[in-house]
């Protein structure tokens, strides 16, 4: 079985500083990772995935993650936070033969100050 | 980019009403859709996987004589709330993957349908 775990329920952190946000992983064989984000009343909007290739992985608003199999982590960061970027950050895994299956974690709310 | 549309995104009904919410991808076509269902400051639980032409699978715990879900078209999914009752209101999600795109490609997701029963 494939699980995400988000240990944090809530991240605070001031405008301009640098963000991390959690995530481990359990999966059986290898896995495909991605990152979230949910603005209030709306669905999710895709950030980043990890599929293969570079463990450093770009993805949308400044956003990345990085891919760390050994402490099966995927952390999603940003190295200047925007109070923009205050909202609720999903990761998830789909084991690769686990099929169309995709597990998310709790989520992580951030709240970005000015 | 893909797009899909959830409708309504928001609905409030009598308990024992039946509501339908549409699931429709706008620019792709889908031989899968996902149906989730969150409630307030929790994650996404995967309700079902809805199939074109067939049979929805239902994950475990979730009833499928009360979601009722049909996947008539490439484009269009749609979850029943039978009989709804004050327990039923939660935040619906939908998502599709385009069928052109290999496994490892992102899900798009709806807005997202709250339901309200009073």
């Known amino acids: 079985a494939q699980s995400v775990a988000q240990p944090e329920d809530q991240v605070n952190v001031a405008e301009g500083n640098p963000l991390t946000v959690k995530c481990t992983y359990s999966?059986?064989?290898?896995?495909?990772l991605f990152w979230y984000v949910q603005y209030p009343n709306r669905g999710l909007q895709f950030l980043l995935k990890?599929?293969?290739?570079?463990?450093l992985v770009k993805g949308s608003y400044g956003f990345e993650a990085e891919f760390n199999k050994s402490q099966t982590s995927f952390h999603l960061k940003k190295p200047s936070a925007l109070v923009s970027d205050s909202a609720l950050y999903f990761c998830?895994?789909?084991?690769?033969?686990?099929?169309?299956?995709?597990?998310f974690g709790g989520g992580t709310r951030l709240m970005v100050k000015p | 980019g893909a797009v899909v549309s959830q409708h309504p995104s928001w609905v409030i009904c009598k308990s024992g009403t039946s509501v339908k919410i549409e699931c429709r991808s706008l620019d792709f076509q889908a031989t899968t859709m996902f149906w989730y269902r969150q409630f307030p400051k929790q994650s996404l639980m995967l309700m079902a996987t809805?199939?074109?032409?067939?049979?929805?699978?239902?994950e475990q715990g979730v009833e499928k004589d009360k979601f009722l879900i049909n996947h008539a078209s490439l484009t269009l999914s749609t979850l029943t709330v039978t009989s709804a009752h004050p327990e039923d209101s939660s935040f619906y999600i939908c998502s599709a993957r385009d069928l052109r795109q290999s496994s490892n490609q992102p899900q798009h997701f709806g807005d997202g349908t709250r339901l309200s029963i009073l």
């Open positions: 998830a895994v789909r084991d690769i033969g686990a099929g169309n299956m995709l597990t």
């Open positions: 809805s199939n074109e032409g067939s049979k929805a699978t239902y």
């Open positions: 999966v059986s064989g290898n896995p495909y």
């Open positions: 990890y599929i293969t290739g570079d463990n």
